[in-house]
């Protein structure tokens, strides 16, 4: 089993940044891929990045591209995702994910292991 723990949400202006954190314990020999989803209310749980988890591949999704980046540092068993030129439409409760398969998956029936999620406003 994976355990994922994200940090780092909060309230921000239009235009501000957030770093969040997710770090995993547990089974991480096991982890091959990890990503980052989020879910506004109302809204079906959607894509944002994925990364390998020992490679640089990365998919991103198009609605954060030039604006999100994701990074990780493998001895921390850490995934971070900074998020630049915030929207108030990025306002969702953002989750990770990981999976042992290491596709970069964009569905989150991919993902069998999930964080509790943490909450990011974006102020207009």
């Known amino acids: 089993q994976v355990q994922l723990v994200e940090s780092g949400g909060g309230l921000v202006q239009a235009g501000g940044s957030l770093r969040l954190s997710c770090t995993a314990s547990?089974?991480?020999?096991?982890?091959?891929?990890m990503g980052w989803f989020r879910q506004a209310p109302g809204k079906e749980r959607e894509f944002v990045v994925a990364?390998?988890?020992?490679?640089?591949?990365?998919a991103l999704a198009d609605s954060v591209k030039g604006r999100f980046t994701a990074s990780r540092d493998n001895a921390k068993n850490t995934m971070y995702l900074q998020m630049d030129s915030l929207r108030p439409e990025d306002t969702a409760v953002y989750y990770c994910?990981?999976?042992?398969?290491?596709?970069?998956?964009?569905?989150?029936?991919?993902?069998?292991?999930w964080g509790q999620g943490t909450q990011v406003t974006v102020s207009s």
């Open positions: 990364m390998q988890w020992r490679s640089d591949r990365t």
């Open positions: 547990g089974s991480t020999f096991s982890m091959n891929a």
């Open positions: 994910a990981a999976n042992k398969i290491g596709v970069l998956a964009t569905t989150p029936s991919r993902y069998p292991y």
